[in-house]
């Protein structure tokens, strides 16, 4: 029985080691789906933190925030959110469209701020002559409802900053024709609805409009219609948005403040200011809340300069830039804090690790690393097989330590991204093929992942809408892994079709003032002209131009909303001859819907008068034919004069 015991025994132990032998543990990658700009998506680790940058208002202070831009960039911090209100989010939707830090900087100083944010008055130069003889005799313009006096909202329609927003929209790498979650960003741009005085956040549609939204400033600019809503200025509500970039999503936020400081008892003794101030306090108060729930805050020094001084813009993106590199050491150990607490998670430590040379050098490196500790954690070698996905090599890569008779032997598994052997380029017409055959020749002979194309697609894209062709899109690709042979799609842009909607009398008043064909590519002067006519026609409060893709075709959609056609013009002049002279000017300049301006204008003083009753019309039909008809009735008392010889 005793020798019967000793042999289970020893079976048992024998099992044991046996067992021990095969025992093997495996750390494999834990991913997650990342979307891509043009329809693709990317596997990337799901312990890699999500970063958001919240970009704030400020008017010309935003510009600030490219400087801030360039100095992440340059760090090599990479964003996955961004979030912005007001000048942040035409700063931050411009990035997300693909444009670079370099290109946002060149927009910021050749752009006049002025002109779009102040006047936006139509240039003179744009006018017919008839309507700039009309426009300079008046002081005083009120469009009629009726009887009824229509009272601006606002200084300033809006109407050149949209038209502005939508030329660099696409004109930029990346189209957003269905969600904001397909730019090379998650973006958001903030916004209040005026009747509830709810936050709203944009996630899709018309970016230019979106980023238009999100900066109209109360008296500055008109509130803009957004389906039901009647949005304004973001930074009622949030002005530095924190909360969207964590609704997002994001981990770590870094916000970006270049909001105005309240002003000072100086300032007071003017009326707008005591009006601003009082706006600006409880905006004060929030942005307090969301400064502090962001795990890092860029303030640029910038406290001088005002959010309507759009002068030496220079000093304000080197000030963003100044203030966000010495945070970004900060922000990198906030990243890297976050990344090692997940990969410490159930953490245990493997000891006297040995290896076989049968390895890759590359991975042979991290092997001689692990064999030479003691013992290794678990969170290191996740954190070392996520750099090694991270370089794009991989496909998966995973280790494994497999115990024998008590000591751990480890080796990587991995399976190879193929690489790209040849590239073929269907599509793209009516350009020096050879300049694009260029962009991409950098991803022969390297593995294929969808985040590299994409990183050749933007200055590719970029190209080909500098050349004009401004809709022209990637498609799709092909890639065969086991040839290396890689095709991609484009379509450069031709117009489908043109559609026109909102509230107008007559389409023929819009469709002339398009140079846009069916069937013709859409190229930036003609989007500029066919935006600068329509606003300088003096018929439309509101005009919109969006392109969507419908079945795979390009359509363009214009949208317009009819002015009140009704005015009343005061004007006044005084010189020497007829001292003080008055003005009144009765018409209607679009009289049903025709584009025909009849109208009744009387002036004079003691010694002149006229009444003239007018018909006319700028553009007959198509043409750039005009006439002028009018009736009237005109007196002047001049005064003689003669020399007379004084007697000697």
Do not use: C
């Not at 909001?259 to 707008?272: D, F, G, I, Q, V």
């Not at 790209?420 to 599509?427: A, F, Q, T, Y």
């Amino acid at each position: 029985m005793k020798i019967l015991i000793k042999i289970v025994i020893s079976l048992l132990l024998l099992s044991n080691v046996f067992l021990s032998a095969q025992e093997k543990t495996t750390l494999s990658l834990k991913l997650r789906t990342k979307k891509l700009p043009f329809g693709l998506s990317e596997q990337v680790p799901s312990d890699k933190p999500v970063v958001g940058l919240a970009l704030s208002g400020g008017g010309a202070r935003g510009l600030a925030q490219i400087g801030v831009l360039k100095a992440l960039k340059e760090a090599g911090i990479e964003l996955d959110v961004i979030t912005g209100t007001s000048m942040g989010s035409i700063v931050g939707g411009l990035y997300s469209v693909g444009y670079s830090v370099d290109e946002l900087d060149t927009i910021a100083m050749n752009t006049d701020w002025d002109d779009l944010l102040t006047s936006g008055k139509t240039s003179r130069s744009e006018l017919f002559v008839d309507q700039k003889i009309t426009d300079d005799r008046a002081l005083l313009t009120l469009r009629l409802d009726g009887l009824t006096p229509v009272i601006p909202t606002s200084f300033n329609d809006g109407q050149k900053l949209i038209n502005n927003l939508t030329l660099l929209t696409y004109s930029a790498p990346i189209h957003s024709y269905h969600s904001f979650d397909d730019l090379l960003y998650r973006y958001r741009a903030v916004s209040t609805d005026l009747l509830t005085g709810r936050r709203v956040v944009l996630k899709e549609g018309h970016l230019g409009k979106a980023m238009r939204a999100s900066s109209s400033v109360s008296f500055f600019l008109k509130p803009v219609e957004w389906d039901s809503l009647l949005l304004v200025d973001g930074g009622l509500v949030e002005n530095i948005p924190v909360s969207t970039a964590k609704e997002l999503g994001s981990d770590i936020v870094i916000a970006v403040n270049t909001t105005s400081p309240l002003h000072n008892k100086e300032e007071m003794k003017y009326p707008w200011f005591v009006a601003d101030q009082v706006v600006s306090i409880p905006m004060k108060r929030m942005d307090e809340k969301q400064k502090k729930m962001a795990e890092v805050l860029i303030e640029p020094r910038i406290k001088e300069h005002t959010a309507t001084d759009f002068t030496n813009i220079r000093m304000l993106i080197n000030a963003g830039y100044s203030e966000a590199v010495k945070n970004v050491k900060v922000i990198k150990n906030k990243i890297d804090s976050v990344y090692y607490n997940r990969l410490k998670r159930n953490e245990f430590y493997i000891k006297n690790i040995s290896y076989d040379d049968n390895q890759p050098e590359e991975l042979l490196r991290y092997l001689k690393k692990y064999s030479s500790m003691d013992s290794v954690s678990s969170a290191e070698i996740y954190f070392d097989l996520n750099n090694l996905y991270d370089s794009g090599k991989y496909k998966n890569i995973s280790f494994e330590i497999i115990n024998e008779g008590g000591y751990n032997k480890g080796r990587f598994d991995y399976i190879l991204n193929p690489v790209v052997n040849s590239i073929s380029l269907i599509g793209i017409d009516s350009v020096d093929h050879q300049v694009v055959d260029s962009v991409f020749a950098t991803l022969k002979g390297k593995p294929y992942t969808n985040a590299a194309l994409v990183g050749r697609l933007i200055p590719a894209l970029d190209y080909l809408h500098r050349e004009g062709f401004i809709l022209a899109d990637f498609i799709k690709k092909d890639f065969d892994a086991s040839t290396g042979n890689l095709i991609l799609y484009f379509d450069m842009g031709m117009v489908s079709d043109i559609e026109v909607t909102g509230n107008y009398t007559r389409k023929s008043l819009v469709t002339r003032e398009i140079p846009i064909g069916v069937g013709n590519y859409l190229d930036y002067d003609k989007l500029k002209t066919a935006l600068q006519n329509l606003r300088s026609t003096g018929f439309f409060e509101n005009v919109e131009i969006n392109v969507v893709r419908k079945n795979d075709k390009y359509v363009l959609i214009v949208y317009v909303e009819e002015k009140t056609s009704s005015l009343l013009r005061f004007g006044f002049l005084l010189d020497e001859t007829y001292n003080a002279q008055f003005s009144l000017d009765i018409r209607d300049e679009n009289i049903f819907g025709s584009g025909t301006e009849v109208g009744m204008f009387l002036f004079g003083g003691a010694s002149n008068r006229a009444y003239v009753f007018e018909i006319k019309n700028h553009r007959i039909l198509n043409t750039y034919l005009t006439y002028n008809i009018s009736a009237y009735y005109k007196f002047s008392d001049i005064g003689v004069y003669e020399n007379i010889n004084s007697p000697s």
